[in-house]
């Protein structure tokens, strides 16, 4: 029997789904769809192919007391959907200043689940943000439009490295004061 450790990380609850942070339980269905090279390609961080253990280590990460990143999985269960949809995080960049990341499994591209989580994140602003950060690689404009939807204003192009494309990848910089 494994016991789960108890996170200091808030549950946010959404209209579709909830917002929780992670469990092991969640290591199955965060590995089937991280190791999608489609989800891969459009992160910084996520590998292609994934490498044995990489999915428990982030899970670990998310659950360790001193991180530094709070990770949520998109939990659809309340509506009758599956315990991981996607994951949400933000990362403490300095007082008041956190960056958003998140990534969405694509049986669920193009239904909102992005939006509703962004939406349920800033509302919930667990990190007391007085401004959010997001980047995203400029062949996802998907992406881009759930942070303009979500309030977010362009701030300038930039390059970050992707490990699943093994190259520096054009980006698009984006912030949100909150009032």
């Not at 280590?57 to 949520?72: G, I």
Request: glycine fraction near 8%; aromatic fraction near 8%.
């Amino acid at each position: 029997m494994t016991m789960e450790i108890p996170i200091n990380q808030p549950m946010i609850e959404g209209d579709r789904f909830d917002l929780r942070p992670l469990r092991a339980s969640d290591e199955g269905l965060i590995e089937l769809y991280a190791g999608d090279e489609r989800v891969a390609a459009m992160t910084s961080s996520i590998p292609h192919p994934l490498p044995p253990g990489t999915t428990e280590a982030f899970v670990a990460r998310a659950q360790a007391a001193d991180r530094v990143e709070d990770v949520w999985a998109m939990d659809g269960t309340k509506q009758g959907g599956p315990e991981v949809m996607g994951v949400i995080s933000l990362k403490r960049i300095e007082q008041g200043q956190s960056e958003v990341g998140y990534w969405v499994a694509p049986a669920f591209w193009n239904t909102g689940v992005a939006s509703s989580a962004l939406e349920a994140l800033l509302s919930a602003n667990p990190h007391a943000c007085r401004t959010f950060f997001a980047t995203v690689f400029q062949d996802n404009p998907a992406s881009a439009r759930v942070l303009t939807n979500g309030g977010f204003a362009y701030l300038g192009d930039a390059e970050t490295f992707s490990v699943a494309r093994g190259a520096k990848v054009p980006t698009w910089t984006y912030s949100r004061k909150v009032d």
